[in-house]
């Protein structure tokens, strides 16, 4: 009898317990699903478990196009005219996006190509991209302004940014080093980060997936431009970096690529960037 009281007792006093914490417990203070981590050069998130990283890209100024580096035999005549532009900071992440950072955001998985959560996601359409960039908005609670990166955004940080070496793929001048790309992948993509990173920290600008901007497609202009956004509409958006499917020559920083946006294949995935704004 006296080991029933006492149970009786420790049930009703672990529900008096609970009580007092639920009502302690504010709407406010409902566990998130999110984490986020500054450091003086990125933003470290975790969403549902899973993390990835939002590398600092300072602003500056670069020539845009097919420059000396690029060879002269490679380079399309999209690839011209070289071009002054100037941008203000931004975040670009680490990686591309993997299976799991999209299927914690949108719970399915398009990819063709399965075995590993590290794996980038691929067979993403370009417009799908943007409900996965709307629904991880929504769930960082809109406080952050997550979005694809302008085809200026994209080439600057494949350059190396203000840190550049002056290379022709994104961290080297030997394609190996930092490509997953026709001859080496094997036929297949590869978990991301797994070859050498260019000068900013940055993993598979080259090679691995081709990588959608937000930018319409559309000629070159001569004339220096501030945060260029592209065309105001078109047919075709913005592929950039090449792919486990091409040769080494889609791999170079400035090469161009184009596709219509309702069009998801294998060696399509998406790199997210994240508009600089001060901390609060």
């Known amino acids: 009898m006296r080991n029933r009281a006492l149970h009786h007792c420790l049930l009703l006093l672990s529900a008096l317990v609970s009580v007092l914490l639920f009502s302690c417990t504010k709407k406010g203070d409902e566990p998130k699903d999110y984490n986020v981590y500054y450091t003086d050069t990125s933003v470290i998130f975790t969403v549902k478990g899973i993390p990835f990283t939002m590398i600092l890209v300072e602003g500056g100024t670069f020539e845009m196009g097919a420059t000396e580096e690029q060879g002269q035999e490679d380079p399309d005549e999209n690839e011209y005219p070289i071009h002054v532009v100037n941008l203000s900071p931004y975040y670009i992440c680490q990686t591309e996006v993997t299976q799991a950072l999209w299927y914690a955001v949108l719970d399915t998985n398009p990819s063709m190509i399965m075995g590993s959560r590290s794996l980038p996601v691929d067979c993403v359409k370009w417009d799908v991209s943007q409900e996965f960039i709307r629904t991880l908005n929504k769930i960082l609670d809109n406080k952050f302004e997550i979005r694809m990166p302008t085809e200026a955004e994209w080439e600057f940080a494949a350059r190396g940014g203000n840190r550049s070496k002056g290379y022709k793929y994104s961290g080297s ?63 075709h958006h913005v592929m950039r970096g090449g792919s486990w499917t091409y040769g080494q020559t889609f791999c170079r920083v400035s090469r161009r690529n184009y596709t219509s946006n309702i069009i998801g294949v294998s060696n399509c995935g998406l790199r997210i960037a994240m508009t600089y704004k001060d901390r609060d």
């Open 173 to 235: 001048d030997d394609v190996d080093e930092v490509a997953w790309y026709g001859p080496n992948a094997d036929g297949q993509t590869h978990a991301v980060g797994t070859k050498k990173p260019n000068e900013l920290g940055i993993y598979d600008m080259s090679g691995n997936l081709w990588e959608w901007c937000q930018d319409w497609t559309g000629h070159y202009q001569p004339t220096e431009q501030t945060n260029p956004t592209g065309p105001s509409d078109g047919t």
